[in-house]
């Protein structure tokens, strides 16, 4: 039998420490707990919340996360956490109890993963048209209405969900990087699919049509609520210039306003363009530039706001 060994990884976050093991503790599936009632599925995690410092534990792939309070250093502990967990797992116990999942037949789909201008955001492509308009959430309550949506929020790695045509880009917290996810992820996403598991509710369909029909009537409205002939300018250009190209990255710059005292355009970035490191030099440089020289003196500045 494969001796199990345990080696420490710090994230991002200081009170965040990685315990990767050498084989993969989890099918696939991720685990967050937060207190010891939580872990029932996961006696190591009730184990290791007896420590009085431990604050969260995550069980995925091959390593378990541990978030601390702020009463220790991990420099003080994290070598006895570390035997803890290894002499847990070398005892023959598992890390997480996982249900059997019962068989049943499903729907043939296709899922890969595109690596995104945002280190932060993976996109995930599907052979099959997922929603009809573009969907973000950027927590478990707003996804209230898309339950492909929640069941992804419960990965303790996810922190934001963008859906649109035939993708979903997942942007992930910084305690796992996505060579030890994107797979977890791709399986999840085809599964969920695969077992015909409800993209967005018709709540969520019936609002989104709502909310294009009210911006149509905007569009082509001549009275004093619609929108001027510049901001419709201004629409045109990036449906036939600008959004094809962002959602061939995972993401979507949405119109907000447009001020015609300052020329100041608003827009929204969401998905992979939300937080983007390189947003700013594509508003500028690709965006403003753009609508700079196709309507003359009418733009002075673009502007973002992360959706």
């Not at 019936?206 to 569009?219: S, V």
Request: glycine share 4%.
């Amino acid at each position: 039998m494969q001796k199990i060994a345990i080696k420490i990884q710090p994230t991002n976050n200081s009170t965040i420490l990685k315990f990767e093991a050498n084989v993969f503790l989890t099918e696939h599936k991720s685990y967050e707990f937060k207190n010891i009632d939580d872990a029932k599925n996961s006696p190591l995690a009730q184990q290791l919340f007896y420590l009085p410092f431990v604050k969260t534990v995550f069980v995925s792939g091959n390593f378990i996360g541990i978030e601390r309070y702020s009463i220790v250093e991990w420099s003080d502990v994290q070598d006895e956490v570390a035997e803890q967990i290894e002499n847990y797992l070398n005892s023959g116990q598992k890390a997480v109890i996982e249900a059997d999942v019962t068989n049943k037949k499903k729907v043939p789909v296709t899922i890969y993963a595109e690596s995104t201008p945002n280190p932060s955001v993976m996109k995930f492509v599907s052979n099959k048209k997922l929603v009809a308009a573009p969907y973000e959430f950027k927590s478990i309550d707003e996804a209230i209405h898309a339950p492909i949506a929640k069941s992804l929020f419960n990965l303790p790695f996810v922190k934001e969900v963008f859906l649109d045509d035939n993708y979903l880009s997942v942007t992930k917290y910084d305690i796992a990087e996505w060579e030890e996810i994107t797979m977890e992820l791709r399986e999840f996403i085809r599964d969920y699919i695969a077992d015909g598991g409800e993209i967005v509710s018709k709540e969520a369909i019936q609002k989104a049509n709502e909310i294009a029909q009210q911006k149509n009537e905007q569009l082509y409205s001549t009275t004093a609520n619609g929108l001027d002939d510049t901001s419709k300018q201004i629409i045109d250009i990036l449906e036939e210039y600008v959004k094809p190209a962002v959602a061939s990255d995972g993401g979507n710059i949405a119109f907000e306003s447009y001020d015609k005292d300052s020329k100041i355009v608003k827009l929204i970035l969401q998905g992979a363009c939300s937080g983007c490191p390189s947003s700013t030099f594509t508003l500028k440089n690709g965006i403003e530039t753009m609508l700079k020289n196709m309507l003359n003196d009418k733009v002075s500045e673009v502007v973002a706001i992360n959706g």
